[in-house]
């Protein structure tokens, strides 16, 4: 397997755990009809509640959570690519 492969692989299980992550975290109901309730980890991306509006997607929260992923992928295929290379040893 490539290096290249390797960090793909990192973002993809990274990408796959937050999604696994985040949705269970949307299944949390709103607990009071005219609360505001923030949706997303580890960064809010979704704003829903309150009477007077106020919901909606949170750019700056989906930005911070793209990179979170990028760079935790990235540090998976990094510990990968050192693993095998130290066992080839």
Known sequence: ???NS???AGILAAACLFWIVNHFHLLQPVRC??????????????NEGGFGGGSGIIWLGVLGD????????AILGWTWNRGLRRRSN
Not at 33 to 46: H, I, K, L, N, Q
Not at 66 to 73: E, Q, R
């Open 6 to 8: 390797k960090y793909g």
């Open 33 to 46: 009809s005219d609360c505001f309730f923030r949706y997303g980890v580890p960064f809010a991306f979704f």
């Open 66 to 73: 793209a990179l979170v992923v990028v760079v935790a992928g």
């Open 1 to 3: 397997m490539s290096s």
